[in-house]
Nanobody
């Protein structure tokens, strides 16, 4: 069907930057929006940002002005540029594709990436 493959992440010092990528592949006809979430142990997965293929963008308040979400529609790839990172940003980051329509399989379907660890520490 389809899958999301994430890349990026790792260890960075406070104030540093990282860029996450998430590529959707498969027999995709259309996607409504792609998003980033994060999760720390013992807590619920938290919404960070999303972007529709129409260009609408939303951010959670804690990342506004520091994180930037962008989308390469032709490649079905969403990016998250994270600047001025703080220890509180330490989490496993997940990408998400919502309302995905597939050739031969219809839809809509929702997919999640495999998750990638981001650690902000000195």
């Amino acid at each position: 069907q389809a899958q999301l493959v994430q890349s990026g992440g790792g260890l960075v010092q406070p104030g540093g930057s990282l860029r996450l990528s998430c590529a959707a592949s498969g027999k995709i006809i259309s996607i409504y929006n792609m998003a980033w979430h994060r999760q720390t142990p013992g807590k619920r997965r938290e919404f960070i940002a999303d972007i529709t293929y129409g260009g609408d963008i939303n951010y959670t308040d804690s990342v506004k002005g520091r994180f930037t979400i962008s989308l390469d529609k032709a490649k079905h790839t969403v990016y998250l540029q994270m600047n001025n990172l703080k220890p509180a940003d330490t989490a496993v980051y997940y990408c998400n594709a919502e309302n995905v329509y597939l050739d031969d399989y219809g839809g809509p379907y929702n997919y999640w990436g495999q998750g990638t660890q981001v650690t902000v520490s000195s």
